[in-house]
């Protein structure tokens, strides 16, 4: 990957259906997204398009998906499928891979032949949609092969369009992407290197005080326009995490050109751009190492 030719790195997209056309929710759970982010009957872009667009846009892409079996009964689009079609475009795609937490051992070891044999980057964990507290001990076999393989995990935060408007919420709890609930994992890991990812509306400052308190803790700024963030959120992205916050659009629910649209009217120093939109995501993923990013 050319990372001094990219203009950003998208740190969260969605592998939203497989080879086969199997989709990655519900059709309850799809249809109660679309609805919540009005986006209609959007397209649910294949591995192959999501890298001729970004490469289109000369950016990189972290892509994933969830793997929530336990909770929702709903199978996952395969891990090892993901990596495969991402391998195919490594100029411009970075496999992550989920790994349900109920899955005990099996998911541990399912986590390091992913890393050690696929070449994935990084795991992505929804607390609310696969119905775990992320501070329950039974992940933590997980997180502690996750942070011995030296990758990052990404952790939903905040509300989810997922099962909104749905009645009872498809028995999604919200509780579960409390931010000081990654508190716990970032103490008992220090080692563990995660991102709360999206705004974490209505804990925003309970993940601010999680990123600033632990050393490798990050903000992904996906799944809202900036417009709409929180004055304390870019205050904080200004100032004292300059260095710990990543472009994430959320794609296909949210575009990056709508949210790059968006963030170049934000009070954003002009300093701290590239390091939002490329230079901190490509030091946290291992694509470059810090002196190059600040050079």
Aim: aromatic letters at 8%.
């Amino acid at each position: 990957m050319d990372v001094a030719g990219l203009t950003a790195i998208d740190v969260h997209t969605h592998a939203e259906i497989g080879r086969d056309g199997y989709g990655s929710l519900s059709p309850e759970l799809l249809a109660a997204s679309a609805a919540y982010f009005r986006s209609g009957e959007r397209r649910q872009p294949a591995i192959p398009e999501i890298a001729a667009y970004y490469r289109e846009r000369r950016m990189a892409a972290v892509v994933f998906t969830v793997d929530a079996e336990h909770a929702t009964g709903h199978p996952r689009i395969p891990n090892e499928e993901i990596a495969e079609d991402c391998a195919g475009h490594p100029d411009v795609l970075i496999p992550f891979a989920s790994v349900d937490p109920y899955k005990g051992r099996a998911g541990v070891r399912e986590a390091r032949r992913l890393v050690e044999r696929h070449g994935v980057r990084g795991f992505k964990f929804h607390p609310s949609l696969q119905g775990f507290a992320p501070d329950d001990p039974m992940a933590f076999p997980l997180y502690e092969a996750i942070e011995e393989l030296g990758v990052p995990a990404v952790f939903h935060t905040g509300q989810t369009g997922i099962g909104a408007g749905v009645r009872g919420g498809g028995g999604i709890r919200l509780r579960y992407s409390n931010p000081m609930l990654v508190d716990e994992v970032a103490a008992s890991f220090p080692e563990l290197r995660i991102i709360l990812a999206h705004p974490s509306f209505p804990w925003q400052d309970e993940a601010l005080a999680v990123a600033t308190h632990k050393q490798h803790v990050h903000i992904d700024l996906s799944g809202w326009s900036p417009r709409y963030f929180p004055p304390q959120l870019v205050r904080y992205a200004n100032t004292l995490l300059r260095d710990k916050v990543l472009f994430g659009s959320d794609y296909p629910v949210l575009t990056p050109d709508r949210w790059l649209a968006d963030f170049a009217t934000l009070d954003i120093k002009p300093e701290v751009r590239p390091g939002i939109l490329k230079d901190n995501a490509a030091r946290l993923l291992g694509l470059t190492d810090d002196k190059e990013t600040r050079s």
